[in-house]
């Protein structure tokens, strides 16, 4: 399948998944809310250009904004992990983004140890930024805090099921 | 120039970045005319739509406790039909909803109308509902949003058909409130916890407060009908620092599960701005 159609299919199925189920399954504390929309950026191959990471995580962002009805919050920390996203994955694998064929971020790619790194350290910084950001409207250091650890967790955990349910990339092209 | 080109060059991902952010922190933050737009732009058709067509899906599953409801509700409005009642004295009349005394005849100062709820959240921290009517059905900012229990919140903004109402469950949701015994003045707003409870506030210590009261809305709202229930107090708490207490409310409304709503409008709100606005010009 071509791999521009391959990740537009993930793109609805990542959102659908995102704002229908998880959204309507009922809440076990403040703390825990699943985000998982934003392993789409994650999953992107490694050969996409930056500009073009940058605006398909405003597209992500804004379209998530727009169920959610908050303005501006998944949009900034979208964008954010976007920028950060090619400099981390040269400091795990010094090797240059025209090197790569159409592969993606996944176990068997990256290896082990670098793909859990990069999955929890890029997670970090999301909730890190859009906690902060709804901290400077309301709440107080503990939800920030509680809310970082709990929500953390639970993207984790999910990616993690993810992971292990849909073996992405078994054929190289 | 050829270095103002190579500079742009080399920084254009950390330009667009930058620019992208700017974009959301301000959309974020601002608090003006073009938050409104913002807002506007988030409550659109597009998205109204692709709820609306899940909420066709997930009504079915409620459906028989949505009609026990509504049955309820009209076995109750049945009994407030004047052929079920009889006036002890013709002279003597219990008049509510009036605000012509000059005449007989009553005026409506609410009208409701019915709305159904498309989209709704309860886990979040800014919980809003999609009602799918809009502007073009008579709906505006501002009108109050009552469910079949009680009160559920506020419409912030509208769309031709859409509107996005602000939920009681929204951390900067707030609305005045009084027991229903008659006494004190408070504030319902939310603490974010447990979609169950809301924390009404600003009600002083002379009061007694047990648990079990009901909590209405109060006769000073400009916008909610008074009298109307909001949920009833499950636990008292003593505010230490303030003269007042820290009430826990259940809900009246089950958020959990909200299919249909009615939309309040008053018809005299435009009046009362308009002797507000001559209050403070003087």
């Known amino acids: 399948m071509n791999l521009f ?26 703390f825990i809310v699943p985000y998982f929309y934003f392993v789409f950026l994650l999953w992107l191959p490694f050969k996409i250009t930056r500009t073009n990471l940058l605006l398909v995580a405003f597209a992500v962002g804004y379209i998530t904004d727009m169920f959610y009805k908050t303005p501006g919050l998944h949009l900034a920390a979208c964008v954010l992990i976007a920028y950060i996203r090619p400099p981390f994955i040269q400091l795990l694998l010094p090797k ?3 090197e790569w064929g159409n592969e993606e971020p996944t176990r068997k790619t990256m290896g082990q140890v670098p793909y859990m790194t990069y999955i929890i350290i890029m997670t970090l910084i999301h909730h890190f930024y859009l906690i902060l950001l709804e901290w400077l409207q309301f709440g107080s250091f503990l939800y920030f805090s509680g809310k970082l650890i709990g929500t953390t967790i639970i993207s984790l955990l999910l990616i993690m099921i993810a992971d292990l349910l849909f ?5 190289t092209r | 120039m050829r270095n103002v080109f190579l500079f742009l060059r080399r920084y254009s991902v950390f330009i667009i970045f930058l620019v992208m952010q700017i974009m959301a922190l301000t959309m974020l933050f601002t608090n003006n005319r073009f938050h409104n737009t913002v807002m ?6 597009a998205a109204g739509d692709i709820n609306k067509r899940v909420d066709k899906a997930e009504e079915f599953l409620s459906l028989s406790e949505q009609n026990k409801k509504l049955r309820e509700q009209n076995a109750k409005l ?6 079920g009642t009889l006036l002890p004295d013709s002279a003597m009349e219990m008049v509510t909803d009036t605000f012509r005394l000059d005449s007989i005849k009553q005026y409506r100062q609410y009208q409701y109308m019915s709305a159904k709820v498309i989209s709704n959240s309860v886990f979040l921290q800014q919980n809003y509902m999609v009602l799918h009517r809009g502007s073009n059905q008579g709906l505006e900012a501002n009108m109050a949003v009552v469910g079949i229990d009680g009160v559920m919140g506020t419409i912030v903004h509208v769309s031709e058909n859409m509107s996005l109402v602000m939920s009681l469950l929204n951390r900067q949701s707030k609305v005045i409130a009084t027991l229903k015994k008659g006494s004190g003045l408070g504030e319902i707003s939310w603490d974010g916890k447990d979609p169950r409870y809301l924390v009404l506030t600003k009600i002083p210590k002379t009061v007694l407060v047990k648990k079990g009261d009901t909590v209405v809305t109060s006769p000073y ?18 505010d230490q620092e303030t003269n ?7 809900t009246a409304v089950n958020f959990y599960n909200v299919q249909h709503a009615y939309v309040v409008k008053n018809r005299l709100e435009e009046e009362m701005d308009e002797l507000k ?4 010009k003087e």
Do not use: W
Request: hydrophobic share 45%; aromatic share 6%; charged share 15%.
């Open chain 2, 221 to 238: 709202s400009d916008k909610f009908p008074p009298g109307l229930p909001i949920g009833i107090v499950q636990e008292v708490e003593q």
């Open chain 2, 277 to 280: 606005k001559k209050m403070n």
């Open chain 1, 96 to 98: 240059e983004a025209t």
């Open chain 2, 40 to 45: 506007g732009m988030l409550s659109n058709e």
């Open chain 1, 5 to 30: 159609v391959k990740n537009i299919i993930r793109f609805i199925l990542i959102l659908v998944v995102q704002l229908f189920v998880l959204n309507n399954v009922p809440p076990l504390h403040q």
């Open chain 1, 167 to 171: 073996n992405r990339n078994t054929r």
């Open chain 2, 78 to 83: 049945l009994s407030l039909l004047p052929s």
């Open chain 2, 244 to 250: 007042t207490y820290i009430l826990l409310v259940k």
